[in-house]
């Protein structure tokens, strides 16, 4: 029972610092963030970004072993390191990135659409550099569709939002959860709840070992008082015994 009782506290302890810390967290990025010129939030220079197409998921007709970020399935979620707003560090930003690179940028098509691929190639310009970009998944047997960004451009609806640093799916499956009713109760207010529970139940233990403490202390009372009337008791007969063979 000890041990239960244990491991309960322990558990609701572990789950009201956890959300405690995700709230403290939220709070932390929320002061710090900003947005982007998509509406995306941006905290310290890094943006969390959902894929939520397949052109970058793996395809036998593409080779990504060698780059740093492999082939991104649908529902995943990237880190995207931005473009400095200082043009000289985002001089040496561009200068940095390499053949086989993801980056996240915004492009034109019929409207202006956020998209995540990799660099086919990157060239110098007189200002600036011209990168071409194409997704991974070319399974649907059709030509390669590039996008061509002038970085040196400031006024093109296509350009560069950032690269792409890190990716999960699994987080991404959580995110896509998150973003739905059952995924919100789940993962939020369900935890949130057996953390009060839990709580609860932990005051009431305490509330009913405090009554315990209290009986027996209140029955260790009555029992020191009865022993002390029996003291009485047994002085008085003694006395009274005493008190007959003297007459």
């Known amino acids: 029972m000890k041990n239960r009782k244990k491991l309960l506290s322990i558990l609701g302890n572990v789950l009201l610092f956890t959300v ?24 310290l220079g890094y943006q969390l970004r959902l894929v939520t197409t397949d052109s970058m998921a793996a395809c036998d007709k593409t080779d990504v072993s060698a780059f740093r970020i492999g082939s991104i399935p649908a529902r995943s979620l990237i880190l995207v390191r931005t473009v400095p707003e200082d043009r000289e560090e985002a001089e040496e930003w561009y200068a940095a990135l390499r053949v086989g690179d993801v980056l996240t940028f915004r492009y034109l098509y019929t409207t202006q659409v956020t998209v995540t691929h990799r660099i086919l190639s ?21 030509g390669l569709m590039t996008q061509i960004i002038h970085t040196a451009d400031t006024n093109s609806p296509n350009f560069v939002l950032g690269r792409v640093v890190g990716k999960s799916y699994l987080a991404g499956l959580l995110l896509s959860l998150l973003r739905r009713p059952v995924g919100l109760v789940l993962l939020v207010i369900l935890p949130s709840l057996i953390v009060i ?9 305490l509330l009913q070992g405090e009554r315990r403490r209290r009986a027996q202390e209140e029955a260790a009372e009555r029992e020191r008082e009865l022993e002390e009337l029996r003291r009485k008791l047994a002085r008085l007969e003694w006395a009274g015994e005493n008190g007959k063979e003297g007459t």
């Not at 810390?21 to 982007?36: F, K, Q, Y």
């Not at 990157?122 to 059709?142: F, H, P, S, W």
């Open 122 to 142: 990157i060239e110098r310009e007189e200002e600036g550099y011209c990168i071409t970009l194409a997704g991974d998944n070319r399974a649907d047997g059709e």
């Open 197 to 205: 529970v839990l709580e609860i139940l932990r005051i009431v233990s």
């Open 20 to 43: 405690l810390g995700l709230l403290a967290i939220g709070v932390l990025l929320t002061a710090l963030a900003g947005r982007d010129r998509d509406g995306t939030v941006t905290v």
